[in-house]
Nanobody, 125 residues
Framework: QVQLEESGGGTVQAGGSLRLACVAS????????MAWFRQAPGKEREGVAA???????TVAPSVKRRFTISRDTAKNIVYLQMNNLKPDDSAMYYCAAEVGSRWLMLLKQDKANYWGQGTQVTVAS
């Protein structure tokens, strides 16, 4: 079992920045492939970024120039640094984990074994 807890969401003006954090705990937490997804009201959940235990990462093309994913393996924390935020970035952001493989690197939500509760990001225009 892996438990995930997100933090760092909030309301920010367009052009601002936020850093989300996801703390992973439990068995195999430090070797899990981790990812961020987001879901806005009325829209499907979409993959934002993923990072594996070797710190290889992928970022969705739509946010690649503004978002960065990183990982503190010693603390089992995955970060999502979001810069130059836009109103379209407003969504609930979820942390996800996959144990035993790294299909999450394809940003496919059906590959996640575990999910956090989410943290809300609102970008005001």
């Amino acid at each position: 079992q892996v438990q995930l807890e997100e933090s760092g969401g909030g309301t920010v003006q367009a052009g601002g920045s936020l850093r989300l954090a996801c703390v992973a705990s439990g068995d195999n937490a430090n070797s899990a492939c981790m990812a961020w997804f987001r879901q806005a009201p009325g829209k499907e959940r979409e993959g934002v970024a993923a990072i594996d235990s070797e710190e290889a990462y992928t970022v969705a093309p739509s946010v690649k120039r503004r978002f960065t994913i990183s990982r503190d393996t010693a603390k089992n924390i995955v970060y999502l640094q979001m810069n130059n935020l836009k109103p379209d970035d407003s969504a609930m952001y979820y942390c996800a984990a996959e144990v035993g493989s790294r299909w999450l690197m394809l940003l496919k939500q059906d590959k996640a074994n575990y999910w956090g509760q989410g943290t809300q990001v609102t970008v005001a225009s």
